[in-house]
């Protein structure tokens, strides 16, 4: 029974997360250009200006819930592009995800780095940062491709910023 309700929750976060990503299918693509025009054209960026500074290189580790998956280790260096929309351009050494250009989303101290790209491959991450604004912990969701080469993963971590 809890591996059901875990599986709807994934499921269910899963489908938010694909509503709020409409027309930023390809942001995790490796070309920046391509990432750029999806990107201009998206709904999903949220426009407000954040109130922490969220912009470096920050890096850490993720651990899996589950006890057969390894953790991995991201770094993420976020810009704001052309439009001022800020974005994490990202490395991973997992094995369903290698790098990404995440849409990064900031409401007070809420951050969310997100990312969807043409194998299906979808990555969510929503943390919080600490009172010295260096220090995101949160969760995150990563959901495979329908090719089946990865599954759904979920778990927990830290990123600190450099």
């Known amino acids: 029974m809890t591996s059901k309700v875990s599986s709807l929750r ?11 990503m409409i027309r930023a299918d390809s942001l995790c693509a490796t070309s920046p250009t391509d990432a750029q025009s999806e990107q201009s054209t998206s709904t999903a960026v949220s426009r407000q200006s954040p109130a922490v500074d969220v912009k470096g290189v920050w890096s850490g580790t993720f651990f899996s819930k ?16 052309s439009r001022g929309h800020l974005i994490g351009r ?9 790098g990404a250009q995440l849409v990064v989303t900031v409401n007070g101290s ?50 600190g910023k450099r």
Not at 66 to 81: E, L
């Open 110 to 159: 809420k951050v969310v780095l997100a990312c969807s790209d043409a194998e299906g491959d979808n990555l969510t991450v929503e943390g919080t940062l600490d009172a010295t604004g260096t220090v995101l912990t949160g969760t995150y969701i990563l959901n495979g491709s329908a090719s089946g080469a990865c599954e759904t993963d979920d778990g927990t971590g830290t990123l």
């Open 90 to 98: 990202s490395s991973l050494n997992s094995h369903c995800l290698k």
């Open 10 to 20: 994934v499921l269910f976060l899963s489908l938010l997360l694909l509503m709020t």
């Open 66 to 81: 589950h006890s057969n998956v390894p953790p991995f280790t991201m770094t993420v260096a976020i810009n704001p592009d």
